[in-house]
C-alpha cells in the first residue's frame, strides 16, 4: 500500500451484474481480536476480513506478546498464554482507534493497562472518557501522564469489581471495552444505555462461547456475572453490514441486479427501508440480500432524507455512501449527521464531481438529478473513500480516487468485487 501514489481509475457508466460475497465485519473482528487477550488458551476467528486494520491491530497484539496467523481462507488463530508488554503504543492507536479496544481485556485479564490517548480525527474529537468512567466505575485506578491512559488495579485488589453503569452517550467500542472488562470482574455489572450494534452481540457470543455470562447483549441492557477465567474459542465473524451497504448504494446508483452473499437484511433495516422508499427492489433471502435497481439515470428514483442515530437507526458509516445516492437520483433531501461532529468531510470532493450540496453544521441540503463528470478527487476518511468510489461508478468518464489509504482501512479489496460484477475500475 503506497499512502501517496496509489489511486483508483474508475471509468464511469457500466451497470453491475452478478454476485458479491460480503466479507466479515471490520468492526465486529477489532473487538472480537482484541477478546484473545482474556484468555490464556488459543482462540480461532473465522471469515476475519483481510484489512489494514486487521494487520494494525494483529501487530498490536503481537507487541503484547500475543501469536497470531492470519491464513489465507480468512482464519485467525491467536494465543495469549502470556503478555509481555501490555502497552498500546501511539503510532498504532494514532493509524486505528480501534487500538483502545486492548484497555478493558487488558485490565480484566492483568489488571494493568497502558494505552496511548487517541487524538482526535477527521471525523471528530472522539474522545474516549466514557471508557475511562467505566473502568473507574469498576475499580481501576486511571491517570493520563504524557499522552498515556495508565490504568492499575488498587494496592491489593486482585480483580476489577462489577459494578452500575450508565454512559452519558451510547457509545460502541465504549461498551465492548467496558463488556470485556466485566466479564472477569468480581461480581455483576450491569451496562446500561448499552450500545445494540450486531457487532456487540457478535463480541457478546463470542464471550459466551469462551464462558463469559452475560444476558441482555443487543438491548441498552447488558447484565454481566464475572467468571474467574475464560477458556478459548471458535467464532466466525459476523457479515459486514456497512460493505453490504456500500454495494447496495452502488447498485442503486448505477443500476444492475446483484446478488450480496453472506449479507444479513435484519442488520440494514433502516437502510434497506430508505432504499425501498427510494424505488430500487431488496429481496432479503437465506443465501444473502438481491438488489436490483433500474439507476439513478431512469429518473425513477426519490431522493429519500435521513438522520442518523444508533443502532437499529440509520447507521452514520452509510451516511456518505447514501449522500452520494441522493446527488444522482430525482429531488432534494436533507442529511443530518447526529453522531460525529464533522462527518461532512467529502462534501467537496463530491462538488468536485459536479454534485449540488450545501452543508451547514449537521446538516446538508442535497439537490438531486445531478449529472457527475469525473475528475481527480481525494479521500478523507473511511467512508469518504466508499462514497468517491459510488460517484465515480456513475459519473461521466475517468474518476480517480486518491488517499486510499482510508479504503484499505475497512474495504477488502473493493475494486476486485467491484470488478467481479461489471465495473470498470482498477487500482492504477
Ligand atoms: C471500530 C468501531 O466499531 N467503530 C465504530 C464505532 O466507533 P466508536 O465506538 O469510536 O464510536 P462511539 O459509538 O463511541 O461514538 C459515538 C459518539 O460518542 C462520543 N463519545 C464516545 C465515547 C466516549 O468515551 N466519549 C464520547 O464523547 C463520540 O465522540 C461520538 O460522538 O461506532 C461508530 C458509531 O456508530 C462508528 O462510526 C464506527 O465505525
Ligand atoms: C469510522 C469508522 O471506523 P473507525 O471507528 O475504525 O474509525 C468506520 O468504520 O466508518
Redesign the pocket.
Known amino acids: 500500500m503506497s499512502r501517496t501514489t496509489e489511486q483508483l481509475l474508475i471509468r464511469g457508466g457500466q451497470t453491475l451484474r452478478g454476485e458479491v460475497t460480503i466479507s466479515g465485519a471490520?468492526?465486529a473482528a477489532?473487538?472480537l481480536l482484541c477478546a484473545a487477550l482474556l484468555t490464556d488458551e488459543p482462540v480461532v476467528l473465522h471469515n476475519v476480513p483481510r484489512l489494514q486494520?486487521v494487520r494494525t491491530m494483529l501487530q498490536l497484539l503481537e507487541f503484547m506478546g500475543v501469536r497470531t496467523r492470519h491464513d489465507a481462507d480468512g482464519t485467525v488463530h491467536l494465543h495469549a498464554q502470556t503478555l509481555g508488554e501490555p502497552e498500546a503504543p501511539y503510532d498504532l492507536v494514532r493509524s486505528m482507534?480501534?487500538s483502545?479496544?486492548a484497555l478493558g481485556p487488558l485490565m480484566a485479564r492483568i489488571g494493568y493497562a497502558k494505552v496511548a490517548l487517541p487524538g482526535g480525527c477527521a471525523?471528530?474529537?472522539?474522545?474516549?472518557?466514557?471508557?475511562?468512567?467505566g473502568l473507574q466505575a469498576m475499580g481501576a485506578e486511571t491517570v493520563v501522564e504524557h499522552g498515556n491512559i495508565i490504568a492499575t488495579l488498587p494496592r491489593g485488589a486482585k480483580r476489577l469489581q462489577g459494578a452500575r453503569i450508565t454512559?452519558?452517550?451510547?457509545?460502541?467500542?465504549?461498551?465492548?471495552n467496558l463488556l470485556m472488562a466485566a466479564v472477569l470482574a468480581e461480581g455483576e455489572t450491569i451496562l446500561a444505555n448499552a450500545?445494540q450494534?450486531p457487532?456487540i452481540i457478535d463480541l457478546a457470543e463470542m464471550l459466551i462461547a469462551m464462558g463469559a455470562r452475560i444476558e441482555g447483549h443487543g438491548t441498552g441492557r447488558i447484565r454481566v456475572q464475572g467468571v474467574e477465567r475464560l477458556h478459548g474459542c471458535e467464532h466466525s465473524v459476523v457479515a459486514d453490514r456497512?460493505e453490504a451497504g456500500t454495494f447496495l448504494c452502488a447498485v442503486a446508483a448505477t443500476g444492475g441486479n446483484v446478488l450480496l452473499k453472506g449479507a444479513r437484511a435484519k442488520h440494514l433495516g433502516a437502510v434497506l427501508e430508505k432504499l425501498r422508499d427510494m424505488g430500487v427492489s431488496i429481496e432479503s433471502l437465506d443465501s444473502g440480500i438481491r438488489v436490483q435497481s433500474p439507476g439513478a439515470a431512469s429518473g425513477e428514483l426519490v431522493a429519500q432524507s435521513f438522520r442518523t442515530t444508533?443502532?437499529p437507526g440509520f447507521?452514520?458509516?452509510m451516511q456518505a455512501q447514501f449522500m452520494t445516492l441522493n446527488c444522482v437520483v430525482k429531488g432534494a433531501s436533507t442529511i443530518t449527521e447526529t453522531?460525529?461532529?464533522n462527518r461532512f468531510m467529502h462534501v467537496s470532493e463530491l462538488i468536485r464531481l459536479g454534485a449540488r450540496i450545501q452543508a451547514d453544521g449537521k446538516v446538508a441540503v442535497v439537490e438531486g438529478s445531478a449529472q457527475l463528470s469525473g475528475a481527480q478527487v481525494s479521500s478523507t476518511d473511511?467512508r469518504a473513500s466508499a462514497c468517491l468510489v459510488i460517484a465515480g461508478l456513475v459519473a461521466q468518464g475517468e474518476t480517480r480516487v486518491g488517499e486510499l489509504h482510508h479504503l484499505d482501512r475497512g474495504y477488502d479489496n473493493i475494486e476486485a468485487k467491484l470488478r467481479s460484477v461489471g465495473a470498470d475500475i482498477q487500482r492504477v
Open positions: 471490520k468492526n477489532l473487538p486494520d482507534r480501534a483502545i479496544l471525523i471528530g474529537s472522539r474522545p474516549v472518557d466514557q471508557h475511562i468512567r454512559t452519558d452517550m451510547v457509545t460502541v467500542t465504549g461498551t465492548e450500545a450494534e457487532e456497512i444508533e443502532y447507521p452514520t458509516d453522531i460525529f461532529e473511511l
